[in-house]
């Protein structure tokens, strides 16, 4: 089994920083993409930024230029940072990961989620 806990999440005001963690801990040989989801009340999960093992990064046109995501591969953790927050960034923010288990194959698992509220 593998366990996502993420950590990082609160209140902010518009025009503040956030920044959230994700580690990762359990049975695998290695973890492969991991990525950044969130959703809103009454909205569809979407995803906000993806990054591969090798450090390719992938955002959603609504977060570029303002969150960054990163990850630290001794740690098994990946973090977002998020600058320039807007009220409608407000959600609650999931962490995805697709790992390998030897001679298992691979499994992706999502954390609990983190509640990010950015106020006006």
């Known amino acids: 089994q593998v366990q996502l806990v993420e950590s990082g999440g609160g209140l902010v005001q518009a025009g503040g920083s956030l920044r959230l963690s994700c580690a990762a801990s359990g049975s695998f040989s290695r973890i492969n993409a991991m990525a950044w989801y969130r959703q809103a009340p009454g909205k569809q999960r979407e995803r906000v930024a993806t990054?591969?093992?090798?450090?390719?990064?992938a955002y959603a046109d609504s977060v570029k230029g303002r969150f960054s995501i990163s990850r630290d591969n001794a740690k098994n953790t990946v973090y977002l940072q998020m600058n320039s927050l807007k009220p409608e960034d407000t959600a609650v923010y999931y962490c995805?990961?697709?790992?390998?288990?030897?001679?298992?194959?691979?499994?992706?698992?999502w954390g609990q989620g983190t509640q990010v509220t950015v106020s006006a």
């Open positions: 995805w990961s697709v790992v390998e288990r030897t001679f298992s194959g691979q499994y992706d698992y």
């Open positions: 990054i591969t093992s090798i450090g390719n990064t």
